[in-house]
């Protein structure tokens, strides 16, 4: 059975920074892209970043491009997302989303629950 | 950076036939893919590709596109088929660079 299980959200200040992580499991990691999809309260899906399955290849959107970083490491199962400079419009429940494909096809076939950043001083 | 359009807010009759429909330029190099979330649910996956459906998801729904328009069809709609459906589709850029369509509220009648 896959599983993805987010971890590391919280309440932080705006420009501080948080590191999310998404473990892993029920399928051979390193075979699949992943990416982080943020949903704001009560608004829709928003794509944040996505990454090929050996690093390769990244990208992010515009809203976070320069403040947020993917990673993954697929010796651990784990996919990573570093956010610094947090804004209040950065406040959401993040997911984590794995691709269909080894490359980002953009199909996310499965999900994790989410964890909920928010940011607010 | 492309973007999707999708009409907020769709209805149908129980056991009628819907379309839902996303609008974009990357849609004419790309087939998008379709989510359904339900409240407090992470979304669900129901067509990729040229009309492929994950297992587990019922064939009443089903995927077309023609040009810079997508639809996904849902055949004999469901109370559960009550959701909020988004569209998803790669930048036709060839980054790395994915967009979601607002997403359509789906009501059953």
């Known amino acids: 059975e896959v599983q993805l299980v987010e971890s590391g959200g919280g309440l932080v200040q705006p420009g501080r920074s948080l590191r999310l992580s998404c473990a892993a499991s029920g399928f051979t990691f390193d075979d699949a892209a992943m990416h982080w999809v943020r949903q704001a309260p009560g608004k829709g899906l928003e794509w944040v970043s996505g990454?090929?399955?050996?690093?390769?290849?990244?990208g992010y959107a515009d809203s976070v491009k320069g403040r947020f970083t993917i990673s993954r490491d697929n010796a651990k199962n784990s996919l990573y997302l570093q956010m610094n400079s947090l804004r209040p419009e950065d406040t959401a429940l993040y997911y984590c989303?794995?691709?269909?494909?080894?490359?980002?096809?953009?199909?996310?076939?499965?999900w994790g629950q989410g964890t909920l950043v928010t940011v607010s001083s | 950076s492309s973007e999707l359009t999708q009409d907020p807010a769709v209805s149908v009759a129980l056991g009628q036939t819907v379309r839902i429909t996303c609008q974009g330029d990357s849609l004419r190099s790309f087939y998008p893919s379709w989510y359904q979330q339900k409240p407090g649910q992470a979304p669900v996956l129901v067509i990729y590709?040229?009309?492929n459906r994950p297992s587990g998801i019922p064939d009443r729904f089903s995927g077309s596109s023609s040009g810079n328009t997508a639809s996904l069809t849902v055949t004999g709609a469901q109370a559960d088929d009550e959701a909020d459906y988004y569209c998803?589709?790669?930048?036709?850029?060839?980054?790395?660079?994915?967009?979601f369509g607002g997403g359509t509220k789906l009501t059953v009648l």
């Open positions: 989303a794995k691709d269909r494909g080894y490359s980002a096809l953009g199909d996310f076939d499965y």
């Open positions: 590709g040229n009309n």
């Open positions: 998803n589709s790669r930048d036709s850029s060839g980054n790395l660079l994915m967009v």
């Open positions: 990454i090929n399955w050996d690093s390769g290849k990244i």
